[in-house]
């Protein structure tokens, strides 16, 4: 099935279309939002987000924008829309490509009704989207982010990325080299 076709689901559609290997649906379905921008004359850039200091889950790690897809959401469209502009101010005017999803699990300790610790398993599929947005124009949430920057390929050895999401960042890049014409061109 086509990544696309995705953006018309419901979290439980997706839950039940796209499964773990063993055949379980996951316990989470999250976005992943790709901004690209192009300066004339320049390279191509996508925006990062590097996570709070006080995030749980990987503090001070760079990402693209996104989040899980909430009840609140019809669709995973409009989970994209909502994520973006949640952590970047940012609006979403119409997503023109899919890039490579991964899934990943979390282990994390619960308290129990009786006070005691359970290690729980969730599992997760990151569905991945190039997004134009209306204005480059970012405001970070800084609940969630310490600092947004746009990098170029070159940029891309230096920053402090898990494995995953560099080969997402990494299929980004080739995705909007290949594909400049779909993002315009701004003014230096």
């Given at each position: 099935?086509?990544?696309?076709?995705?953006?018309?689901?419901?979290?439980?559609?997706?839950?039940?279309?796209?499964?773990?290997?063993?055949?379980?649906?996951?316990?989470?379905?999250?976005?992943?939002?790709?901004?690209?921008?192009?300066?004339?004359?320049?390279?191509?850039?996508?925006?990062?987000?590097?996570?709070?200091?006080?995030?749980?889950?990987?503090?001070?790690?760079?990402?693209?924008?996104?989040?899980?897809?909430?009840?609140?959401?019809r669709t995973v469209m409009d989970a994209?829309?909502?994520?973006?502009?949640?952590?970047?101010?940012?609006?979403?005017?119409?997503?023109?490509?899919?890039?490579?999803?991964?899934?990943?699990?979390?282990?994390?300790?619960i308290t129990k009704?009786?006070?005691?610790?359970?290690?729980?398993?969730?599992?997760?599929?990151?569905?991945?989207?190039?997004?134009?947005?209306?204005?480059?124009?970012?405001?970070?949430?800084?609940?969630?982010?310490?600092?947004?920057?746009?990098?170029?390929?070159?940029?891309?050895?230096?920053?402090?990325?898990?494995?995953?999401?560099?080969?997402?960042?990494?299929?980004?890049?080739?995705?909007?080299?290949?594909?400049?014409?779909?993002?315009?061109?701004?003014?230096?």
């Open positions: 099935m086509d990544a696309m076709d995705a953006l018309r689901m419901s979290r439980t559609e997706c839950r039940n279309i796209y499964r773990q290997d063993n055949g379980e649906p996951y316990d989470k379905i999250v976005i992943g939002a790709v901004i690209p921008k192009r300066i004339l004359g320049g390279s191509p850039e996508i925006l990062l987000l590097k996570r709070a200091a006080d995030e749980h889950f990987l503090p001070n790690v760079l990402e693209i924008p996104g989040g899980k897809v909430e009840d609140v959401d994209v829309k909502r994520e973006v502009f949640e952590e970047t101010g940012m609006e979403v005017q119409k997503v023109i490509g899919a890039i490579k999803s991964f899934d990943y699990t979390v282990e994390r300790t009704a009786d006070g005691g610790e359970t290690n729980v398993l969730s599992s997760t599929l990151q569905l991945n989207f190039v997004c134009r947005v209306t204005k480059h124009d970012l405001v970070v949430n800084p609940e969630e982010h310490s600092e947004g920057k746009f990098i170029k390929r070159p940029d891309l050895a230096e920053l402090d990325l898990t494995e995953q999401m560099r080969a997402v960042v990494e299929d980004a890049l080739v995705w909007v080299e290949k594909n400049s014409s779909d993002v315009p061109a701004l003014e230096a």
